[in-house]
């Protein structure tokens, strides 16, 4: 249990007892790369996370232990910057946001790890931010509010880290709400949440193993072109700001003012946005087929017209259309690479994890990871 590790290494390394608080990784059932456009996104914080254990010392340093890399880190508190690649950067880039909003961070001694597979594109590094925030929040008693945690943690990823992560990752993180998953609206950061109890199912991950070196730059270019569509709108109407003031009909009125690639990224976007909303009444009424549906429309979306998916990803999204044990399948993130979120009946779970460890392997020489989730309360004291 990684809590009880964490305790004991805490007192080996430190010498007392740490106060223990946790931030789990997440998912996202369906509203990809919506969350640049000011769309709707639908995600979940899992049974996979961050324990970090913490107390305060009597110097000017924080003095870190990782389990999972066996190492420590020490940073003083007046004089630090980003190391880049380094894992201690996220958290001296909380510390930063937090001495920036005027809060005296003291010393501390901190021992951390998870369990949340590193580089499956469920976050472990918003949930390592979080997991810091809250520790220092509670350690320091802040009474720092959960939406300034959430923003803390996304900029210290912004100014730290140097990834423009959109603020779904933290969101969740922080928000997530046992048995149930989140509707964020990206603009305005409204949320709610819908249940989704799954008595007779699992939610499985399937891990391609499989990052192709397109993601970053497409990442980039499609930004670009979602941004094309709308400058091409505005034209018509200039209060338009994102493609989320769009429909298809607005589409339609401009689409020979753009290229058939540019109509196709806006026309994935609006009709994702569409497919958020349409899931949320779903969830709503029970009705897990309806939803699973959902998911394969957006993996087709993202494969067909935004096309951030790969061989290996629709590989595996079709193997599963056909079983009727199957509820939903789709490609889960930034694409190219990665996990497929499937919904799948328990009892079916093993087998169709030897079938597609299989073909897989067959078709592509590599063996697949797989990871059964459960969704789960966010940040909190363990």
């Not at 420590?72 to 004089?79: A, E, G, I, R």
């Not at 819908?194 to 990442?219: C, E, G, M, N, R």
């Not at 993996?299 to 079983?323: A, I, N, R």
Request: charged fraction near 20%.
């Amino acid at each position: 249990m990684i809590t009880e590790k964490i305790r004991s290494v805490f007192l080996q390394t430190f010498g007392e007892s740490p106060l223990l608080c946790h931030s789990p990784g997440r998912i996202n059932l369906i509203g990809e790369h919506t969350d640049y456009n000011g769309g709707y996104v639908m995600p979940a914080a899992i049974d996979k996370k961050m324990v970090v254990g913490i107390a305060s010392n009597d110097g000017n340093q924080g003095r870190i232990h990782s389990i999972d890399f066996d190492e420590d880190f020490t940073f003083d508190l007046s004089s630090f910057s980003p190391k880049k690649g380094h894992w201690g950067t996220y958290i001296m880039g909380v510390v930063a946001q937090f001495q920036q909003a005027g809060y005296p961070v003291k010393g501390f001694d901190m021992v951390f790890g998870g369990d949340i597979p590193v580089g499956a594109g469920l976050s472990s590094s918003a949930a390592l931010e979080c997991a810091v925030g809250f520790a220092l929040s509670e350690l320091f008693h802040f009474e720092i509010p959960q939406r300034s945690l959430i923003h803390y943690a996304q900029k210290a990823e912004h100014v730290f880290a140097g990834v423009q992560c959109g603020i779904m990752d933290q969101f969740a993180s922080v928000m997530g709400k046992k048995d149930h998953v989140i509707r964020l609206d990206c603009r305005s950061l409204d949320y709610r949440h819908f249940p989704l109890v799954l008595p007779h199912h699992s939610i499985l991950l399937i891990d391609t193993q499989v990052k192709h070196s397109l993601a970053d730059s497409a990442y980039n270019q499609r930004r670009l072109e979602c941004q094309e569509g709308v400058i091409a709108a505005q034209k018509i109407n200039p209060e338009i700001q994102s493609l989320r003031d769009m429909d298809l009909g607005i589409l339609a009125s401009i689409q020979h003012e753009v290229s058939d690639i540019v109509f196709n990224r806006c026309k994935y976007i609006i009709e994702e946005n569409e497919r958020v909303l349409t899931a949320s009444t779903l969830l709503d009424n029970n009705d897990l087929e309806g939803f699973g549906e959902k998911m394969y429309g957006s993996h087709e979306g993202l494969s067909k017209l935004y096309e951030v998916s790969c061989d290996e990803l629709d590989f595996l999204v079709d193997f599963t259309k056909d079983l009727p044990y199957v509820l939903g399948s789709r490609m889960m993130g930034g694409g190219f690479g990665g996990c497929t979120i499937n919904i799948v009946e328990k009892e079916n779970v093993p087998s169709l994890q030897q079938e597609i460890e299989t073909a897989f392997e067959s078709k592509f020489g590599v063996n697949p990871k797989f990871y059964e989730v459960s969704l789960e309360d966010g940040t909190g004291l363990v």
